[in-house]
Every structure is written in structure tokens, then in C-alpha cells.
């Protein structure tokens, strides 16, 4: 959730050219009468970001386009930054997720004028260190990361070596901890997980096997609903800590989640710019639509149709009134 890794432009076109693209949102509304034609009114290109709290807001969002506005929504799978090269090359009309990137917001909003903040989607996000609660009833001191050098033999893996080791996730997400072990001195090494799948399986298994684990993670996400991790306290944010990503010696901030949409989809103020624009929910209805994605078997599009059946009185108002 995604610290920024520059890629060489030409990557960049590579990825996007290849992405995997496919139209999501079930067509539940598609027999009755006054549902819109499917795809009447164009496209839409939503980026999805690899991580499930992103796929959730993007699966409300493209049924809610889909049926009860009459557009096709075409997913891309993409990494964060190259999604944001989108906006320049016309692959991307909206980022549904956006986790702050204020140098990418410099870059497409500020200088070449091709993306828009569209305002937050009511999310809350979350950025920290974690341990196992079962650790922090163990060790009660665990929590504060002076200590965390007392304890780096419990977390010594093969993959460590003869350091603890602090599992992060997609190299691609926000993430500072590289910088925060050496600025720290702290006696660890960062191992990546590969994938937000990969850092839940080790989550829940070090909840259940106790076995001791120091994780990167984020909120909002369904796992917190249901098993419990102790965040540790890292030097205290403060503006401007984390200005030189080289020399970020300070926690996480908190986030106000927002949408990014390009330039030529704001300027053409359709329904489906005024729905991404009016779209605002909470944490928990994002892992509710987590929860049916990871745990309950369903498709994205399935998950989306299931939580517009039951929750009208929700995303009702965010429907434009000219629709």
C-alpha cells in the first residue's frame, strides 16, 4: 500500500500495455425495464490495485455503473505508480484507492495537469508494524519499538540469516520499513512476502501456530475483524518525516483514502464521473466486501452485487440525479 518504486519508462509502457483487462459487475438489473442498455453509455477503465480492500471499492463501484447506469466497466490490474501513468496515457480513467503518493499527485495533478483528486472515499487507512496479540501477552514490552532489538533472535528465520526478520508484503506497497530497520539500528531484515494473500497466510498462521511474527500491515482490511494484532509504536509521526524516503526514522501517518480520476474523465462530468465522484462508504463496509471476496468464495462482481442488494439506503444518494 505501496511505497513508490520508479520504473523505467519503457516498463512502464510495457506493463500497460499488457495488463489484464476484463469487464467486471453482474448484470442482475440487465431484464428489468428500467435498467439501462449494458454499455449504452461507453466505458469506463477502473485500475485495480493489488490489494482486496482496493477490489472491493472497485466491485461496488463497476456493478453500480454497470446496472444501474448503463456503462461496461473495463478492470485493469495494475501496480500502483504504473496505474497512475494511465492518466497520461488514456489506459485509466480512475483510481479508487489511492493511498497519499504525494509526489505522484505533484507529478499528474500538479505539473502535467492529466489526473484530479476527486475527495476521499471515507476510508481510514492504517500503516504500521504488527505482532500476534498471543506475543504482546508474552512479552508485554514488545510493543515499543526501542525493544524490538531485545527480541530480534524470537523472529531469526532462513531467510534473515543471523537477524530478526519483519516481513512486509508487495514490494509495490507504501512502505517505508527498509529505511526505518537501518535509521532505527535496528538488528532485522526485511523479507517480502510477495502479496497481501501471502502476508495474511503468514498472519494467521502465526496466530495459530504461536509462532513469533513482525509484520507489515494496514487497515482497513477484514482480518482485523477477526483475529487480533498489536500495532507497535514506532517514533512518532510528525510532518515532514518522511520528506527524504532515505531518512524516514518516524512511523507511519495516518491516511485519508481518496480517488484520483484523469483530467478528460473529470472535464466530461458523465454520470459515471458524478457516481465516482459522490462514491464515500466506511471501513467496515469495505470489509464486509472484503470478507465475501477472501473468505466467502465469492467473485468480485458477485461480492459488489450482493452488498447493492442489501444496502440501497447507502449508495442511493451517491447515484447522480440526472441518471
Same mark, same amino acid.
Given at each position: ?187 532485522? +531484515?526485511? &523479507? ?5 494473500? %501471502?502476508?495474511?497466510? !503468514?498472519? $494467521?498462521?502465526?496466530?495459530?501456530? =504461536? ?47 481518496? +480517488?484520483? &480520476? ?5 472535464? %466530461?462530468?458523465?454520470? !459515471?464521473? $458524478?457516481?465516482?465522484?459522490?462514491? =464515500? ?43
Amino acid at each position: 500500500m505501496r511505497h513508490v518504486k520508479w520504473i523505467q519508462l519503457t516498463a512502464v509502457a510495457a506493463a500497460l500495455s499488457m495488463a489484464v483487462a476484463g469487464c467486471g459487475g453482474a448484470k442482475s438489473d440487465a431484464g428489468s425495464s428500467d435498467a439501462p442498455a449494458a454499455g449504452s453509455k461507453g466505458t469506463v477503465k477502473l485500475a485495480i490495485n493489488p490489494w482486496v480492500g482496493y477490489e472491493a471499492n472497485a466491485a461496488v463501484l463497476g456493478h453500480l455503473l454497470e446496472s444501474k447506469l448503463g456503462y461496461t466497466v473495463d478492470k485493469k490490474n495494475l501496480k500502483e505508480e504504473i496505474a497512475w501513468q494511465g492518466f497520461e496515457t488514456g489506459e485509466v480513467d480512475a483510481i479508487v484507492e489511492n493511498w497519499g503518493h504525494d509526489d505522484l499527485k505533484k507529478t499528474y495533478i500538479t505539473d502535467k495537469k492529466v489526473a484530479v483528486d476527486l475527495g476521499p472515499t471515507g476510508n481510514k487507512g492504517v500503516i504500521g508494524w504488527y505482532v500476534p496479540q498471543w506475543m504482546v501477552e508474552k512479552y508485554p514490552d514488545i510493543t515499543d519499538g526501542a525493544n524490538l532489538n531485545k527480541y530480534a533472535n524470537l523472529f531469526k528465520t532462513s531467510e534473515s540469516g543471523d537477524k530478526g526478520q519483519f516481513l512486509a508484503g508487495d514490494p509495490s506497497f507504501v512502505t517505508n520499513d527498509v529505511a526505518l530497520v537501518a535509521n532505527l539500528k535496528l538488528n532485522y +531484515k526485511v &523479507v517480502y512476502s510477495g502479496s497481501e494473500a %501471502a502476508i495474511i497466510k !503468514a498472519a $494467521q498462521q502465526a496466530t495459530a501456530q =504461536k509462532k513469533p511474527l513482525l509484520f507489515y500491515f494496514y487497515e482497513p482490511q477484514w482480518l482485523f475483524a477477526k483475529e487480533k494484532y498489536a500495532r507497535v509504536k514506532l517514533p512518532a509521526y510528525t510532518a515532514g518525516c518522511d520528506a527524504d524516503p532515505k531518512k524516514v526514522a518516524c512511523d507511519y501517518p495516518d491516511y485519508i483514502l481518496d +480517488k484520483i &480520476v484523469s483530467k478528460k474523465f473529470a472535464d %466530461a462530468n458523465s454520470p !459515471a464521473f $458524478q457516481l465516482i465522484k459522490n462514491f =464515500k462508504w466506511t471501513n467496515e463496509d469495505q470489509n464486509l466486501v472484503s470478507d465475501y471476496i477472501t473468505n466467502q468464495g465469492m467473485t468480485a462482481e458477485a461480492a459488489g452485487e450482493k452488498w447493492v442488494n442489501e444496502h440501497e439506503a447507502t449508495w442511493k444518494p451517491w447515484i447522480p440525479a440526472t441518471s
